[in-house]
């Protein structure tokens, strides 16, 4: 009985290997007859999913942090005493844990909101006091924002009434197809790059912005068409290089596009391609980068004082400075606009660190 199974057996093996086989060929050939498929698809969708997976492997590492804990705990206490720097002691240990009165209370974050959220009016509330509300001193909400987003054709709200609140001041538009961020900013009367500085806005390629058809964008200082003309902030022209007493001067005379804000701690100075920048400060070039992405800041020269100011350029076209060389505030010319990196259209993109943070130019310059 034993020696009759065993030939059974062999043909199985060998009937199964067979299977095996013709199945493996038969994907292959699928596959490298629809690789291309998959490869145009994922090349549109770059980008898209940025979040989502680094959400994912973020709340796989906590989990894993959180089952491993009290192994870790048990098998090497010195974990659970030395990294607090406390002593874990018998009178320690039967002490009672002691709580306030608020230990209920819930702390409202003041992190930068990525969405728009909805808000119910509650007794007292006007549109205006709304807009407050949900400012802050480095992040306004206009009242437009949110009637233009909720289509308020007067300031009359009640009670109940459930409204949008934007992250920030301007429009939210949903993307149709044809749309691209020059057309949107031009639709809504503000700049394009301002669309691809707000970081919460996701795009199919980072690197040519496209987008995908249904997909929602926060256009910051946006305008909508029905509400021009439209009174908005006087243009504010950077004068230029210049001698005086302030720490910094203008790199480069041209029009502010974009303003500090969190999200955008400098200032864009648009000017045409080839136009000279000059050094803001008195110092020594520290770094320099040509070419490449360089996290979205294309061709760069950072300056630094070496007392804790450096000045950062970003998006040139040249570079006429070299790390190590001094250079003359108003005088030294480190290079030239260009449109290197993230950019929409031609600009310097000028930062200013203090320490190591980043600080609003505009408290620097003259």
């Keep these: ?19 095996v086989k013709k199945k493996l060929i038969w994907f292959s050939i699928f596959f490298e007859s629809n690789k291309n498929i998959l490869v145009k698809l994922f090349t549109i969708k770059r980008g898209r999913y940025n979040r989502p997976f680094l959400h994912t492997a973020a709340i796989g590492v906590l989990s894993i942090g959180v089952i491993a804990s009290p192994f870790l705990a048990d098998t090497f206490p010195i974990f659970a005493t030395e990294r607090s720097g406390l002593e874990v002691g018998p009178s320690v240990l039967g002490q009672s844990i002691v709580v306030g009165e608020d230990v209920f209370k819930t702390n409202v974050s003041q992190k930068p909101r990525d969405k728009v959220i909805i808000y119910n009016v509650q007794k007292g509330d006007t549109v205006s006091t709304i807009a407050e509300k949900f400012s802050s001193s480095d992040n306004l909400i206009s009242s437009d924002t949110i009637r233009w987003a909720n289509d308020l054709k007067n300031d009359n709200i009640t009670v109940g009434d459930e409204l949008m609140i934007l992250p920030v001041s301007g429009v939210e538009h949903k993307v149709a197809k044809g749309d691209s961020v020059y057309s949107i900013a031009k639709k809504y009367n503000t700049d ?48 230029g290089p210049a001698s005086g007493s302030s720490v910094l001067t203008w790199p480069v005379r041209g029009g502010v596009s974009q303003f500090a804000s969190w999200y955008h701690m400098a200032l864009d100075i648009t000017a045409d391609v080839a136009t000279l920048i000059v050094a803001a400060q008195d110092g020594v070039v520290t770094g320099v980068n040509i070419g490449g992405w360089n996290n979205g800041y294309g061709t760069s020269v950072w300056v630094s004082d070496g007392n804790g100011l450096e000045s950062h350029y970003a998006h040139l076209g040249l570079v006429n400075v070299s790390v190590g060389e001094k250079v003359e505030r108003g005088v030294t010319v480190i290079g030239s606009i260009g449109m290197t990196g993230r950019t929409t259209g031609p600009h310097v993109h000028f930062e200013i660190r203090k320490n190591g943070v980043l600080v609003n130019p505009l408290s620097y310059l003259q």
């Design 1 to 19: 009985m034993y020696k009759e199974g065993i030939p059974k057996l062999a043909k199985f093996c060998q009937f199964f290997c067979y299977y």
């Design 192 to 239: 394009p790059q301002k669309i691809v500085d707000f970081p919460f806005n996701d795009f199919a390629n980072p690197e040519t912005f496209a987008l995908v058809e249904g997909q929602k964008l926060i256009v910051p200082d946006g305008v909508m068409p029905s509400a021009k003309p439209y009174i908005r902030q006087k243009v504010y022209i950077a004068q």
